[in-house]
């Protein structure tokens, strides 16, 4: 597993990171919970994003705590190893979930997109106080618009405050513009990175659904209405076409859906690293595969993927200049 700087700062990520929103908010065991973090920390991961609101407020016994606090010698970054850990969670509960966590710190605290509501200088100097009394190392947003970053961003630098330096947006073939279009330009510009999720589109990508929906299913499961009606739509139809396109691609590379997909996420400019959401040691084991698929994008290839998708943004500003 290879590591990359979270956007421009000095903090070094594992290319792929582990959300717990499914590990610990899905229907598994405590145990199995426990062996999907151990697998994710012994296969070089250093990333694990967590919030309050996850499982209720419930860490699933000891799973992170457990991981983070072990000690013992670390290989050098070629040999898929970390010699340190990086833990962000949501800002909501923090020195709540610090006790819980058995942690002095966090590597960096998100702001949510509903914390914007609130007067963008307040969040700038809350996200500054919780960085200079020490419970956090860095600050990011979370589903916010290029604006709303420039704007914090603005305000740090008006009154000597700590900017944000990664973004989380959601990023798949079919949710592109964001991450390939925008945050580019703030990577280079201010140095912000993306940490994106979502990179299986709720398992859309996986192929699961090319038959209808199986009744164990994220989409037959009760509150998932909206994934289950995006599935019927005409625009669900046209992507799930698609899919099984993409499908024979993965197999020419001989490799599965999933690891394609995820791989095409890490090949993106500015992406630091691409958040994982698994139930179960062997999905994470076929989705950590596809660090291995990375060399196989060619250029050829991704723009055999752009024709396929037919959804590649296109810069206008850029285009206007020619």
């Known amino acids: 597993m290879f590591c990359r700087n979270l956007g421009k700062s000095g903090l070094r990520v594992s290319c792929l990171g582990l959300g717990t929103w499914v590990t610990f908010g899905s229907q598994i065991s405590d145990e199995m919970a426990e062996s999907v973090m151990t697998v994710a920390y012994d296969s070089g991961v250093n990333l694990f994003d967590t919030a309050e609101v996850y499982a209720s407020g419930r860490y699933s016994t000891d799973c992170l705590t457990y991981r983070l606090l072990q000690g013992g010698s670390m290989d050098t970054e070629e040999h898929a190893r970390n010699d340190h850990l990086c833990v962000c969670v949501c800002v909501a509960g923090l020195r709540g979930s610090l006790s819980r966590l058995q942690l002095d710190y966090v590597d960096i605290v998100f702001a949510n997109r509903t914390d914007v509501n609130a007067p963008m200088e307040e969040i700038v100097r809350a996200m500054t106080f919780v960085i200079e009394q020490g419970m956090a190392m860095y600050w990011g947003t979370s589903r916010w618009n290029v604006v709303e970053i420039m704007e914090a961003y603005s305000i740090a630098r008006q009154f000597n405050l700590i900017p944000p330096v990664c973004e989380q947006a959601e990023y798949h073939y079919f949710q592109r513009d964001k991450v390939e279009l925008h945050l580019p330009e703030l990577y280079h510009k201010i140095g912000v990175g993306a940490m994106t999720w979502s990179p299986l589109a709720c398992g859309l990508l996986t192929g699961k659904y090319n038959e209808g929906v199986p009744e164990s299913s994220r989409a037959a499961m009760k509150g998932y209405a909206w994934l289950k009606e995006r599935l019927c739509s005409d625009e669900g139809k046209?992507?799930?076409?698609?899919?099984k396109e993409l499908h024979l691609l993965a197999d020419r590379l001989n490799c599965t859906a999933a690891q394609l997909a995820i791989a095409w996420c890490l090949r993106s400019e500015g992406v630091s690293?691409?958040?994982?959401?698994?139930?179960?040691?062997?999905?994470?084991l076929e989705n950590l595969g596809s660090v291995r698929v990375l060399s196989q994008l060619t250029p050829p290839l991704i723009a055999e993927m752009d024709a396929l998708l037919g959804n590649?943004?296109?810069?206008?500003?850029?285009?206007?200049?020619?």
């Open 312 to 322: 590649k943004p296109r810069n206008v500003k850029k285009e206007a200049r020619r």
């Open 273 to 284: 690293s691409v958040l994982l959401g698994v139930s179960n040691t062997e999905q994470l």
């Open 238 to 243: 046209k992507q799930l076409s698609k899919i």
